[in-house]
């Protein structure tokens, strides 16, 4: 499924996507785009009556379990997403929040506030994650580095946790943030990602 994330409801572009869906008799529709286009994909389809299983890639919050609800009730999206099911790397915030405390005091030190909700602290804990990962390479490669210089710090950064307690690494044979990988389902009833499969490794 291809539609542009700069798209708005009922647009042409998502209006004949759903549409050439329809006539084809497709029954699984893989999103490889972001939420937005998930969402107005989902909403067109509800509309026309197009039915079939809708599957999201880990593409930004396409199944971010965290902050994909909040925007997908802003979009008014609640309804046509019921159903969805996704690949995540994001574990559960909820339960584990300590986990991403260090994140959380250095981005409330620098800003002077406290995360609104736990999509917020999931936000700040997975991109500082990442950051930090980022600098130690680059301050591994030393002053102005080449490419090569660049690629061997990163894949020399190895095994890391994410906050949710998922592993990644950086190295020479895979270049994953998330090591493992879980299915979720986006319930209406609930409005939010359900679990129906937990975290096993992405070489299963």
């Known amino acids: 499924m291809s539609m542009s994330a700069g798209g708005s409801n009922?647009?042409?572009?998502?209006?004949?996507?759903?549409?050439?869906?329809?006539?084809?008799?497709?029954?699984?529709?893989?999103?490889?785009t972001d939420l937005l286009s998930m969402l107005l994909g989902r909403i067109e389809a509800t509309t026309t009556g197009f039915e079939a299983t809708w599957l999201g890639s880990t593409y930004p919050m396409n199944t971010n379990i965290n902050a994909g609800p909040i925007l997908i009730k802003s979009f008014g999206g609640t309804a046509a997403m019921d159903g969805q099911l996704g690949l995540t790397p994001v574990g559960d915030f909820e339960n584990s929040p300590e986990s991403a405390s260090d994140c959380v005091d250095s981005w409330t030190a620098?800003?002077?506030?406290?995360?609104?909700?736990?999509?917020?602290?999931?936000?700040?804990?997975?991109?500082?994650?990442?950051?930090?990962?980022?600098?130690?390479?680059?301050?591994?490669?030393?002053?102005?580095?080449?490419e090569a210089d660049v690629v061997a710090a990163l894949e020399g950064v190895g095994r890391f946790?994410?906050?949710?307690?998922?592993?990644?690494?950086?190295?020479?044979?895979?270049?994953?943030?998330?090591l493992d990988m879980r299915v979720v389902r986006f319930s209406t009833a609930n409005e939010a990602y359900e679990e129906v499969r937990g975290f096993e490794p992405l070489t299963k």
């Not at 647009?11 to 490889?32: D, H, M, P, W, Y």
């Not at 930090?132 to 080449?146: D, F, I, L, V």
């Not at 949710?164 to 998330?178: I, N």
């Open 161 to 178: 946790t994410l906050p949710s307690g998922v592993e990644g690494e950086w190295s020479a044979d895979t270049h994953a943030a998330g």
């Open 10 to 32: 009922g647009s042409t572009e998502v209006n004949l996507c759903i549409e050439q869906f329809k006539n084809a008799g497709v029954t699984t529709v893989i999103v490889g």
């Open 110 to 146: 620098a800003t002077g506030k406290t995360p609104a909700n736990v999509a917020q602290v999931a936000t700040i804990a997975n991109i500082c994650t990442m950051v930090r990962q980022y600098a130690s390479a680059m301050a591994a490669a030393g002053a102005n580095p080449t």
